[in-house]
């Protein structure tokens, strides 16, 4: 158990729907980050959200917006949803940004997400 | 551009024996590399890291070794065993202080560690 939960495990939902998907980093740590896996790609950096702002883009396309909260949880909105957007989207945290240290991401374990 | 990659898709081994996973990456700006293991279906599990000034690190049954002048790495687990086997994915970041590290993925090796 990696200390990161993502909900819900599973969703599935029809083209066009909008869909949220939430993650609560693992206590202590500052940084959310969200990666996309689908069938044809492997782990593709979204977003990355540090005490509350937006750090660095991917490839996360317009239709898909983030946030993080006070509390550093952190929700990915999809909207307009088309079949490709069906994937596994992960959240990882770590603990710190800055002073040139590297840090680790850990992972939750994912939300599957099926539209259909 | 795919900057991290991990030739073999697949690596069967018997128990015991030492599984070696490789990773090649272009970008020179790469200063972090781990090794993560991925379970059907869960979220990738942190195995090891090394750091760009660093050519070895060894923790318990798995040890990564680091080449920056041939862009590679590679992990090794000796002596493997049949729960080792999943996915393993080899990752990179370049460490920007304004923007924090997001991770580079390789296309993941299928590990089959045979009893």
């Known amino acids: 158990d990696s200390g990161v939960t993502q909900t819900p495990k599973h969703l599935i939902t029809a083209t066009g729907q909008r869909v949220t998907l939430r993650c609560s980093p693992r206590?202590?740590?500052?940084?959310v980050y969200w990666y996309q896996q689908s069938l044809d790609q492997g782990l593709q950096f979204l977003i990355q959200?540090?005490?509350?702002?937006?750090?660095a883009k991917g490839n996360i396309l317009e239709r898909f917006s983030a946030q993080q909260f006070p509390d550093l949880h952190s929700e990915l909105n999809l909207s307009s949803l088309e079949l490709g957007d069906s994937a596994l989207y992960f959240c990882?945290?770590?603990?710190?940004?800055?002073?040139?240290?590297?840090?680790?991401?850990?992972f939750g374990p994912g939300t599957r997400l099926t539209v259909l | 551009d795919q900057q991290v990659k991990q030739n073999s898709p697949s690596l069967s081994v018997q128990e015991g024996r030492i599984s070696i996973l490789n990773c090649d990456y272009t970008?020179?700006?790469?200063?972090?590399f781990l090794w993560y293991k991925k379970y059907p279906a869960e979220g990738p599990t942190f195995l090891i890291s090394?750091?760009?000034?660093?050519d070895k690190n060894e923790d318990g049954r798995f040890t990564v070794f680091l080449n920056k002048s041939a862009k590679h790495l590679s992990l090794h687990i000796v002596p493997s065993q049949p729960g080792d086997s999943a996915v393993y994915f080899c990752?990179?970041?370049?460490?920007?202080?304004?923007?924090?590290?997001?991770?580079?993925f390789g296309e993941g090796t299928q590990l089959t560690v045979n009893p």
């Open positions: 090394i750091s760009s000034i660093k």
């Open positions: 970008n020179s700006m790469f200063d972090y």
């Open positions: 990752a990179a970041s370049a460490f920007k202080r304004a923007s924090g590290s997001r991770l580079t």
């Open positions: 206590s202590g740590d500052l940084s």
């Open positions: 959200y540090y005490n509350g702002e937006e750090r």
């Open positions: 990882a945290s770590s603990f710190q940004l800055g002073q040139g240290a590297v840090d680790t991401q850990y």
